[in-house]
């Protein structure tokens, strides 16, 4: 199906694990994102990315990683979960569209992310 | 002072009602504004895009005012499943463009029948 999709939607791991997210988008947007949100803080920018390759930390970055081999794939890794980390994961992408500055972003479902 | 400010609420207003949220951003160089609704810990969804001479889908009425840097958003004849909640996202960026916008925490809106 066309759009974006994340996976699992659920996951619960213990302190210490490394997890993955996976981000997975067909629209082959030039921008992908990764969110958190929590009560009382709404989303929180971890990291995004330009295009392949090309990525940057956002507002929360300590103790995630991310790569982007693929335009359609951006995944999320929690090197050593922690329970802080205990959150809903959003995915986004948006497209470049050269001298526009409208640019929405459009979200996956989530991750439900439990760390025990 | 935060980038981009809303009243958390909750607004509670019977099915029917008229209700006005307000948002309002810090940088004078932002250029495009959007409302997103979430229902219930749901991703966001693009509610619609706020352009500089106002604009009405509907029931729904954005409209901008750079001077005051503030965004509105009118909802008519509210329904019970306008119930969610209604964040506000600006654009920061001027000349360049990372992609990236900046959400306000939202303004929960729950209508009673």
């Known amino acids: 199906d066309a759009g974006i999709t994340q996976s699992p939607r659920y996951k619960i791991t213990e302190t210490g694990r490394q997890v993955t997210l996976m981000c997975h988008q067909t629209w082959s947007h030039s921008y992908m994102f990764w969110y958190r949100q929590d009560l009382g803080h709404g989303l929180r920018l971890i990291y995004y990315?330009?295009?392949?390759?090309?990525?940057d930390k956002g507002e929360v970055p300590d103790g995630y990683v991310v790569s982007r081999s693929k335009t359609e794939n951006f995944p999320l890794t929690l090197e050593s979960a922690t329970r802080s980390q205990t959150s809903v994961y959003f995915c986004a992408s948006s497209d470049f569209l050269a001298g526009v500055s409208y640019n929405e972003q459009f979200f996956g479902p989530g991750t439900r992310l439990t760390v025990l | 002072r935060k980038e981009v400010e809303q009243d958390p609420g909750p607004f509670n207003v019977p099915e029917g009602a008229t209700v006005a949220f307000n948002c309002t951003y810090s940088n004078s160089a932002s250029q495009s504004f959007f409302w997103y609704r979430q229902d219930c810990r749901k991703e966001p969804k693009l509610l619609m895009s706020?352009?500089?001479s106002g604009n009405e889908d509907g029931r729904f009425t954005a409209q901008l005012n750079r001077a005051s840097q503030y965004i509105s958003l009118l909802i008519r004849d509210s329904k019970l499943s306008d119930s969610a909640t209604y964040l506000c996202?600006?654009?920061?960026?001027?000349?360049?463009?990372?992609?990236?916008?900046?959400f306000g925490q939202g303004t929960t809106l729950q209508v009673k029948p």
């Open positions: 990315s330009a295009a392949a390759d090309i990525t």
């Open positions: 706020v352009y500089s």
């Open positions: 996202v600006v654009n920061p960026e001027g000349s360049s463009n990372t992609g990236k916008l900046i």
